[in-house]
């Protein structure tokens, strides 16, 4: 979706899943967009190092734990460049309490921008 409302991004797709992979390969050829970088992986594992990023978007693996989610916010941290905002969208029942405490020690705040449904979308920068 965001390679297709915003064409000229760099877009990135990680995922642990091989077939949530293969499924967004078929998404992207379905809506006529190429997705830059598209890996498998435990985390970010497959994303370079040198690889940076402006925006994170996730909808996080919350039945991976808390532990694997964490560990998503902290990596990509590493991979954000100054200025960049990460977007986190959970049910407060999986755990949106909990990632709101986490990005605001990782990041130094975090702020709700939208409950809807159940689901909460946050927001954080790294400054």
């Not at 598209?38 to 994170?56: A, H, N, R, T, Y």
């Given at each position: ?31 006529g ?9 435990d ?9 940076m ?14 532990k694997v989610?964490?560990?998503f916010?902290?990596q990509?941290?590493k991979?954000m ?11 407060r ?14 990041f ?11 689901y ?8």
């Amino acid at each position: 979706t965001m390679k297709k409302v915003f064409m000229a991004f760099d877009v990135t797709q990680t995922d642990v899943n091989a077939r949530a992979v293969g499924l967004a390969k078929e998404n992207a050829k379905n809506n006529g967009v190429k997705l830059d970088l598209q890996v498998v992986g435990d985390v970010l594992s497959g994303v370079p190092e040198d690889k940076m990023f402006d925006i994170v978007m996730t909808n996080p693996p919350v039945r991976a734990g808390k532990k694997v989610v964490f560990e998503f916010y902290e990596q990509a941290y590493k991979h954000m460049v100054e200025g960049a905002s990460i977007y986190v969208v959970l049910q407060r029942k999986q755990g949106a309490p909990s990632s709101e405490k986490k990005l605001t020690e990782l990041f130094g705040n975090c702020e709700t921008i939208a409950i809807s449904g159940g689901y909460h979308i946050m927001k954080s920068i790294k400054e």
